[in-house]
């Protein structure tokens, strides 16, 4: 039964883990996306200053 119990916190650990790593993975793809966003804006607003 012990046994049992190991194994399955173990493998919630790891799940844990991977959520941490994908949720990871997509904060840097928003921060890329924000920052394309703002280099964008930051030119249409040099573009359009007349």
């Keep these: ?15 844990d883990l991977k959520d941490y790593k994908k949720i990871e993975e997509i904060s840097i793809e928003i921060e890329e996306i924000t920052s394309k966003i703002e280099q964008d804006t930051m030119r249409w607003i040099e573009l359009t200053d007349f």
């Design 1 to 15: 039964m012990e046994d049992k119990k190991a194994e399955l916190e173990k493998l919630m650990q790891e799940i």
